[in-house]
């Protein structure tokens, strides 16, 4: 079984990170909630779910991961200056691991620099940015381009745990 990194800070969407983490635990597969401090606790912004990071990004490796779920809300704000992050990102990425990013999870990979001439979906008001960071912009429930899924919103996570589930 694989095992997963997901990067979540404080007011993330709540389904957008119970639901894939549940959905890959109960399909037998490892993962491991990283943040910016170990120990944290960090609430969904909808007050219904909370987690405790489990590893400090500076302390983990990208190579002991084979792929990275990024949930939305207002977490991936809270992440994408963070250089450790943006490095490990890059890292999973030159390995062609999969990175799932949905809601605004994408802008983690803006921020990294890892858009420019990939398909990606995102939260749709995030559109222009995405494509200012050289992303081709398409609005589906669940867009693969090579190594990357991305999704929407919540209403999108079936199709999003799916290709998850495949990729691995």
């Known amino acids: 079984m694989s095992k997963v990194a997901f990067l979540l800070a404080d007011q993330f969407e709540d389904s957008e990170m119970q639901v894939p983490y549940d959905e890959l635990k109960k399909a037998g597969h490892d993962a491991d909630i990283i943040g910016l401090q170990k ?23 990208a190579a002991d991961y084979d792929a990275v779920v990024i949930p939305g809300g207002s977490s991936p704000e809270g992440l994408r200056l963070d250089q450790d ?14 990175i799932a990013a949905i809601c605004h999870g994408p802008q983690i990979l803006a921020s990294a620099n890892l ?32 190594n990357f899924i991305t999704s929407r919103t919540p209403k999108d996570e079936p199709a999003f745990v799916r290709e998850i589930l495949k990729a691995l």
């Open 39 to 61: 120990g944290e606790t960090v609430k969904g912004k909808n007050g219904k779910e909370e987690y405790t990071i489990e590893k400090a990004i500076s302390e983990v490796n």
């Open 85 to 98: 992050i943006l490095k490990f990102v890059t890292e999973v990425n030159t390995a062609k691991k999969p």
């Open 115 to 146: 858009l420019k001439g990939r398909t990606i979906t995102s939260f749709p008001p995030l559109k222009d940015d995405m494509v200012n960071a050289g992303a081709t912009f398409e609005d589906g429930e669940a867009i693969v381009d090579g």
